[in-house]
């Protein structure tokens, strides 16, 4: 008996030898995955714990370890095993559930992210990012209102971290942007009225967050496509046309040029001696003032003035020309959109008052006075640029009623930007001039090309033109003559600096007539012009 009592003893003791070697073990196997995983070594760490076995409670935590171990290493869904079994095995590590959100959400496993990063949400670990992950989640499955929802709760917090808060603000922005797509995919009004509510308001309150963080930049990137895409660009037009940037236009200019031939005189030996020539000074000054209205409209009202000046003092058939102009007018452009493309309707209204030395006496006195209504419509429908058609009214009203008349036009001019930069411009004008005394009556047809050279070394700008007036003069509506001219010209700008503007320029003019040899003559017009803009 009492040997049998010994035997039984020496098992128990025996017993617990061991399970108190194998529990030494085990925790000093624990310790050593501790080590290698606080000291980054995750492969070792998956490798040492998965040696282990032990109570429940330390199973949990062998299971949690591996976990964050596989998604160091971006084994997700080895990960995603670990977690679910240290759940299983009842592990209370706060951030269990965050992290096992984020291995699901790395594997893509996207409706099983959201329930978990719910749970971390609501035992408090990292409540915000883990809630902006629901929210996330549900934007990424199209799933607007949940997101909405989320994305609200964040916003509406007052402890949600400020980087969180700025990037849940900038999603909500995305989730509405999505949803007026969704509601109102036909209705781009509609879509236009809810981004300008509703979209861009959360950019700005996002970016409002932080106006220095790198994300503010992106949002601010990501505000402008948006604005663009809608037509709701502060700096462009509803049609993606851009809106000046300057309201006002004012600038000053300066001509100096000789005009050998002012009296239109013909270069036949007969009539040699009445042709006159003269140094001219011309003053223009300008201003314009735009207005913009509900990023469609632009009105602009402007004033310009012109100051002609002859330096031959001594001829009256020279000085007799000097005058000057007062010119107020008031123009109307409708931006909307043309065949894909942005184009404008033009509604223009002009006065022009002139005065003039007309009686020789060195004194300026009312000449003449017009109104004018010009409607236009400028548009893209060629790729190499912009159209533009006008139908204009002028009536003239002078000191002498024989010089009343009314003048009908029609034009027409293209732009063509090339694939060098150089421009073409073409411009097909025809006017019908009405006049009382129908014997002066006349109609005339135009026609200008420009072959223009910008960014000579980087300063320079040439423009070589050529312009063909032919002018019908009729009696009883029968035609009696017809004058062509032919005057080629040619000019050289070079931008000095921001303000000042210098233009080299020369005009030569031929003018024929099935008239008479008397209306023939030559005309050479040579100058330059310095220009100041504020």
Known sequence: MPLLLNLKKLALISTLFFFSVGVFAQSYQMAESYKYFKTGDYVQAIETLSKIKGDRKMMGTKHYLMGVSYNKIQEYDLASKSFKLAIKSGNKSRDLYYEYGQALYAANELSKARKIFNESAKRNFKKWTSLYYVAHISQILEEWKSAKKYYQKIIDSDSAEGNILQVARFQMGETLLSMTRTRHGDDKDKQREMVGKFVLRQFDRAINVDQNSSLSRDIRERKTEVQREFGLDPDKFTNGRDIPKENWDLYVAQEFRYDNNITFSSDTPSVQATQKDSNIVETEAYVQRKFILGRRWQIAPEFQFNLLYHQDRDSSEVFSNDQYR?????????????????????????????????????????????????????????????????????????????????????????????????????????????????????????????????????????????????????????????????????????????????????????????????????????????????
């Open 326 to 534: 007062l010119s107020p007018a008031i123009r109307l452009k409708y931006e909307h959109k043309a065949f894909g493309s942005p184009a404008t309707i033009l509604l223009d209204y002009d006065y022009s008052y002139t005065a003039r030395d007309k009686d020789a006496i060195k004194d300026m006195g009312f000449y003449a006075s017009s109104n004018t209504v010009t409607l236009g419509w400028r548009f893209k429908y060629f790729s190499s640029g912009e159209t533009t058609f006008k139908v204009k009214q002028k009536s003239y009203a002078a000191y002498l009623n024989t010089l009343n008349n009314t003048t009908s036009s029609v034009s027409f001019d293209h732009v063509a930007i090339l694939s060098t930069q150089r421009i073409i411009v073409f411009f097909l004008s025809y006017d019908d001039v009405a006049v009382e005394q129908k014997s002066d009556s006349s109609k005339s047809y135009l026609m200008r090309m420009d072959y223009i050279i910008p960014g000579i070394s980087d300063m320079y700008t040439l423009d070589i033109a050529l312009t063909v007036n032919m002018v019908d003069e009729y009696l009883n509506t029968s035609k009696t003559s017809a004058d062509i001219s032919y005057a080629p010209s040619i000019k050289l700008t070079k931008n000095i600096n921001k303000h000042f503007k210098l233009d080299l320029f020369y005009d030569y003019t031929m003018n024929t007539s099935e008239d008479t040899a008397n209306s023939e003559y030559t005309k050479h017009v040579s100058g330059m012009k310095i220009k100041y803009s504020f």
